[in-house]
């Protein structure tokens, strides 16, 4: 969409009230919706997931960029996840100060020391992105992170490119909704678990999703599950409280849940401390583990996309370990980073612990959490880090540089908010699958992606925590 044209319809006051509109009732019909904060475990009252209520411009050439490196990112995430004195090396400082970290690196022990029963893998992960204009003014793409446990919104995603083509053609944009291109990556990551499923080799086994007790994003699910379905594979969901009660081991560590054979156990729940609700559910999470199921993804992978895991990596020489004699692969990988900077004890620690006192505005704090609202910007750097600036404590967190996108202006609807013209961010994020049996990877693709943009008053994101809105990316 041309500038012109887009500020014009910016500001045209009613035409933007009767889009708002279309855009809510254009959700409802294409099943983009999600559960109400106060009936999260009910799906008798639903409302539309938050949304722009335009596309948000992307550089194709970064578009592409990312698309092109993320068979690489599979293959990387991958390769961790089988290097247990790289993921010792790399998480030793962070499990003597984070306990969550500690208990996920214990299991990963545990099933080293049990010896790894299953040689298939399923890693089905999402790489996020934003990008800035460097001085030269050329525009970059930067890494936020990987994530590879309980990677979200892939099934919701292929619902936002019809809302937004709807509202683009009321808005008399027709050729701008015809840009908007199809994205459907529940169908991959379906593909993905599918096939670990039927590598596995048991008709009568199911893939089980392994959820929380109260899902917002039930759509999302559900639209994964239908996928499965399709191709007449059954899915269950159990949450780690009906392992703990019905889940068994077999003779031949084949995990059954209520007498059902699993063949996939797929994690949509246990990233978050809170998540583990007693010592049985780590004690469910250790079972699974354990067992004969493909697990989507397994311990060690899910230890793979911690964020120390990901400051390791930005060292230099590393990435050379995991693609030796790949220079050009390593470029590509490398070229998406940004800024990483250890708090480990010593000079280096000490250094970034400087820099980010002296100008906290340029960094983001991270410690090892997943799920949105958990990093720590500007002011509250000096305040955290200050308080643990000489101790191990700060070990539990790395510093980021922090990416400084160009903001674009747009409309943001969630249900009870007013509806304001608002400065915003947005970041991409593309979806990676593989399946990997022994040494051999079966498969390894990039599926899709998600855009999601908020307000440039926030700081952090994450959909769970109510800052982000689903978007479309409009390419140019
Ligand atoms: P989480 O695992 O909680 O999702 P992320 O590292 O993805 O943690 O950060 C959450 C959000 O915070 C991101 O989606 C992004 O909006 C913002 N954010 C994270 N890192 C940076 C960064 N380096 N620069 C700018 N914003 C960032
Ligand atoms: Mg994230």
């Known amino acids: 969409m041309a500038a012109g044209i887009r500020n014009e319809l ?16 254009s959700a409802l019909m294409h099943g983009f919706l999600v559960r109400l904060n106060e009936s999260l475990n009910s799906s008798e009252v639903v409302t539309y997931a938050p949304i722009t209520l335009f596309p948000t411009p992307v550089p194709k050439s970064l578009f592409l960029q990312a698309m092109e ?14 290097d247990p004195d790289f993921l010792q090396e ?17 299991i990963h022990q545990q099933v080293l020391k049990e010896g790894l029963l299953q040689s298939i893998v399923v890693g089905l992960n999402r790489s996020d992105y934003m990008w800035e204009q460097e001085e030269n003014g050329h525009t970059s793409l930067k890494q936020i992170e990987i994530n590879t446990f309980s990677v979200g919104a892939g099934g919701i995603a292929s619902r ?30 379906a593909k993905a678990v599918a096939k670990a499923w039927e590598l596995y080799g048991s ?35 159990k949450r780690f409280e009906d392992i703990s009660e019905s889940g068994k081991l077999d003779e031949n560590k084949r995990l059954f849940v209520d007498h059902q054979e699993v063949a996939v156990v797929y994690f949509r729940n246990g990233y978050m401390p809170h998540n583990y609700r007693s010592e049985k559910a780590w004690e469910a999470r250790l079972m699974m583990e354990c067992s004969l199921a493909v697990k989507c993804p397994d311990i060690s992978t899910h230890l793979a996309g911690t964020k120390k895991v990901q400051q390791v990596l930005a060292k230099p020489g590393v990435l050379e370990r995991f693609f030796p004699n790949q220079p050009q692969i390593v470029e590509r990988v490398r070229a998406t980073f940004a800024g990483l900077y250890t708090l480990d004890m010593g000079a280096e620690g000490d250094k970034a612990v400087a820099m980010a006192l002296a100008t906290p505005d340029r960094f983001v704090l991270k410690p090892q959490r997943e799920g949105g609202g958990n990093n ?13 600036k000489y101790s191990p404590e700060r070990m539990a967190y790395i510093l980021m540089d922090k990416i400084q996108p160009v903001p674009t202006q747009n409309y943001l609807l969630r249900r009870g908010k007013p509806l304001k013209l608002s400065h915003c961010l947005s970041e991409l994020g593309f979806f990676g699958t593989y399946v990997r049996r022994g040494k051999d990877m079966v498969m390894n693709d990039c599926v899709g992606y998600l855009m999601r943009t908020k307000s440039s008053e926030h700081s952090d994101s994450g959909s769970t925590v109510g800052v982000s809105f689903f978007d479309n990316p409009l390419l140019f």
């Not at 400082?93 to 214990?106: G, P, W």
């Open 69 to 82: 490196v993320q068979t690489h990112y599979n293959t990387l995430v991958d390769k961790i996840s089988q």
């Open 376 to 388: 720590i910007y500007g002011q509250d750097i000096r305040e955290v880090l200050g308080k643990v």
């Open 90 to 106: 790399a998480l030793a400082s962070t499990i003597t100060v984070d306990d969550f970290t500690a208990r996920l690196f214990k």
């Open 10 to 25: 910016l500001m045209n006051t009613s035409l933007i009230n009767e889009l708002a509109e279309v855009a809510k009732d």
């Open 203 to 237: 008709k009568q086994a199911v893939v089980m999703f392994l959820v929380a007790e109260n899902e917002f994003n039930i759509v999302d699910q559900r639209i994964i599950e239908k996928e499965l379905w399709k191709g007449n594979i059954a899915t269950i969901r």
């Open 160 to 189: 936002i490119p019809d809302v937004h083509r709807n509202i683009l053609k009321v808005a008399g944009q027709l050729k701008e909704s015809k840009r908007i291109i199809d994205n459907n990556p529940a169908v991959g990551l």
